[in-house]
């Protein structure tokens, strides 16, 4: 009987083919979860600074101690619950809003006020968090935690008026990433007003991938 010329792997053949495969995957996915993360923070960063002009835009129609007043959904007096009113949304019973805010961790397009619940459902890790509450800015802790992925908009106030807002956003380990930017405070009209032509206008909608 003739035996043909094909043979099948031997087992050391194939202990080192899955090796390779192995090797090969534990230097890529490290790669690829570093370079998804950076895209996520990439487009934190655009909506972050699209959202300041938005804020900036609006505030003009308002005097300065009317810029922060506790959430009230039938009020926009205020600039925060202005701006609430403004993006906000419900779709299918959850909060959403209008604009393509999201957060690139979970998908969550909420926009949420200090008074309102982080504790869970649209409440954890909103897109956006508006707070004049400096522990709620981002302290770390408690529910404040509950802020993965979010932009959080931080009325810094003084006697009761608005000195300044800080913008920033939350990364994935909770850290809170370097201000983006502050409105109000130092700068002035003029050189706000400059810095407005180098911020994009349209939020950036995350890749699932």
Known sequence: MHMNGNRGFTMFELIAVIAVIILFAAIAVPSYIVLADDAKKSVLLSNTRS??????????????????????????????????????????????????FENPYNGNKAILDYNQTLGSGDGKDPAVFMTANQSYAYAGKGSTKNLIGTIVVYFHL???????????YVDKDGKKSDQVFRYGGTENDTQWEEKKKELPIEPVVASPY
């Open 51 to 100: 959202l300041t002009s938005m804020v900036a835009a609006c505030s003009v129609m308002f005097d300065r101690e009317n810029w922060y007043g506790s959430w009230d959904a039938d009020d926009d007096e205020t600039l925060n619950n202005y701006l609430e009113r403004l993006m906000g949304t419900t779709e299918g019973g959850h909060y959403s809003n209008s604009y393509g």
């Open 158 to 168: 003084a006697d009761g008026i608005t000195t300044e807002i800080s913008f920033y």
